[in-house]
């Protein structure tokens, strides 16, 4: 991620892809990739590595959210708002707990518009 670190990020992308052909299966260079294309303003194909993250690992809360983040950032809340709730049901201290609202979406939506993309750990 140095490329990125230096605002490199199209270069940045050319590695990317080569670790996602190298481990197709792998749900972290997808979601590095996903981050990356975002970067760039490719929100199709960010989208589309997003998904793919979440079918590897269904569980990924990285995965969930950002995909969810992408959503909201589109303007596409009822898309968000699946992605939003299962991040929020796999990691719920990720969220704000003390919002008004009862609901766990639009405690998911509030977090999310405050929050930008989280990186694999």
Known sequence: MVYAAQSQDAKASTHLEKAVRLKPGSASARMNLAINLVQLGKLQPAEAE??????LE???YDANH?????YVRAGKVAAAMPYLEQAQRINPSAYDTA???PS??????????RASFSKPS
């Open 50 to 55: 997003f998904k793919k993250a979440l079918e």
């Open 66 to 70: 950002n995909l969810g983040e992408l």
């Open 58 to 60: 269904p569980q990924n």
């Open 104 to 113: 766990p979406t639009s405690s998911a939506i509030a977090c999310s518009t």
């Open 99 to 101: 919002t008004t609202s």
